[in-house]
């Protein structure tokens, strides 16, 4: 059974994340990406809203009964097949986990650049995420 606690207590750490996101958004290109402090923690909280959203989606497709989900690139399509997002919607959130990957296991890797524009310009699609699984409260 859905727990709806279990995605209260998400979507709160998520609007921290993001609130924390937008903050660090207003820095400009050259103080962000001179910054270790400003990247270090962009990166952080971008992989920790990304994880945020698909635990959510986990326990949603869990308990749900909605299938069974083998990495978590399979998420998007599990909930876009039963009607909760829409295609565009799940192509962008296969990149964010496709760039969580990169967060987590490439981390000497990372393109700052990247990063910075991410963070410019894909923090609404989280907000929007956020929606969907809000609507299970």
């Not at 990166?43 to 920790?48: A, C, Y």
Request: hydrophobic share 45%.
């Amino acid at each position: 059974m859905l727990r709806p606690e279990v995605i209260r207590k998400r979507l709160e750490k998520l609007d921290g994340y993001l609130n924390i996101l937008e903050n660090i958004r207003n820095h400009d290109r050259q103080a962000f990406l001179s910054n270790p402090e400003h990247y270090g923690s962009a990166e952080r909280f971008l992989q920790l809203a990304i994880e945020t959203i698909n635990d959510m989606a986990a326990h949603v497709i869990a308990e749900g009964n909605l299938g069974v989900v083998n990495r978590n690139r399979d998420i998007p399509a599990c909930l876009r097949t039963h009607g909760y997002i829409d295609v565009e919607l799940e192509e962008r959130w296969i990149r964010m986990i496709g760039f969580r990957n990169i967060l987590v296991h490439e981390y000497l890797e990372v393109d700052r650049e990247i990063v910075y524009e991410t963070l410019a310009h894909n923090l609404a699609d989280l907000r929007k995420l956020a929606g969907v699984f809000a609507q299970f409260l």
